[in-house]
């Protein structure tokens, strides 16, 4: 995206979710309590917009830090030949 400088900890896995018969891929991103609420929103609709995840959960810690939760759907293509 165009990020300048990297200041959150991205983590990716695929699973599926147990909540339905669709299978997402989540990736939880570790943002510091120095990053400012529209550094925050920012990125969150960067990756909203370009890689098409959406906001599954959010959690405010003691002392700032954020930890956010984003997911997608995973699709699986079929060969058509």
Do not use: N
């Not at 900890?9 to 699973?15: A, D, F, G, H, Q």
């Not at 599926?16 to 929103?41: G, H, I, K, M, N």
């Not at 917009?49 to 002392?63: C, I, K, N």
């Amino acid at each position: 995206m165009g990020h300048d400088m990297v200041w959150y900890t991205p983590e990716t896995s695929p699973r599926p979710d147990v909540r339905s018969s669709s299978q997402y891929e989540f990736r939880v991103l570790s943002l510091p309590p120095t990053a400012s609420r529209s550094q925050v929103r920012q990125l969150l609709t960067e990756e909203a917009e370009y890689g098409r995840w959406e906001l599954a959960r959010t959690r405010l810690y003691m002392g700032g830090s954020r930890k956010v939760w984003l997911r997608r759907k995973i699709i699986k293509v079929r060969s058509t030949l």
